[in-house]
């Protein structure tokens, strides 16, 4: 009997050819003309920037940092309104990169800016959330949620600063699910 290759083998063996015809393109141009090219790719999409930015673990100022965290948390909370009540696609990259950025500016002792972003991220996500069918995206949100949680709970801040982003988390989430547990945890820690 003969079997037939799969559509699979195929793909995957022309997209080996395809890379091998692009490495060697790739390997007889100049250094410049290569950066120059990713630095367009760069601006026009901001996943390769993202990518980029990851493989070569950039740095930046809290200024940059902040508003890449912003754009982050704007990509990754976007939808289309037609999708409404559906379980539609969402960048899960995005939040990823929002995680990373929290972090980082967690590490540079940023807690303003951490917790204004978070609130923005709250008040974004749920609404994400309260507009797709399931809500899968809900674990990403937490998981970015969480790296503010941890940080808070170590802070140097107020108890009236941490009951406050609690209390204002909490009203911001027009699901009433987001991070729950954990916001309450950490608001009666510092109410003690």
């Not at 390769?48 to 940092?65: C, D, G, H, Q, Y």
Request: hydrophobic share 45%; aromatic share 4%.
């Amino acid at each position: 009997m003969a079997t037939r290759k799969s559509r699979n083998t195929d793909s995957t063996s022309k997209l080996s050819e395809s890379t091998s015809e692009l490495r060697q393109a790739l390997t007889q141009r100049k250094k410049v003309e290569l950066v120059e090219f990713l630095l367009v790719l760069a601006e026009e999409d901001l996943r390769i920037l993202r990518k980029l930015t990851i493989r070569f673990k950039m740095t930046a100022s809290v200024e940059r940092l902040e508003a890449a965290t912003r754009q982050a948390i704007v990509d990754a909370t976007a939808f289309d309104k037609r999708d409404m009540n559906r379980n539609f696609n969402y960048d899960r990259e995005a939040y990823a990169e929002a995680k990373r950025l929290l972090e980082l500016l967690v590490a540079a002792e940023q807690c303003a800016v951490v917790m204004q972003l978070s609130l923005e991220l709250m008040k974004l996500g749920s609404h994400q959330v309260e507009m797709s069918d399931e809500g899968l995206m809900t674990d990403d949100i937490e998981e970015c949620l969480n790296v503010v949680i941890q940080a808070l709970k170590k802070s140097s801040l107020s108890s009236a600063e941490v009951i406050a982003w609690c209390s204002a988390m909490l009203e911001n989430d027009c699901v009433r699910f987001i991070a729950e547990k954990p916001l309450k945890s950490l608001l009666n820690q510092f109410q003690q």
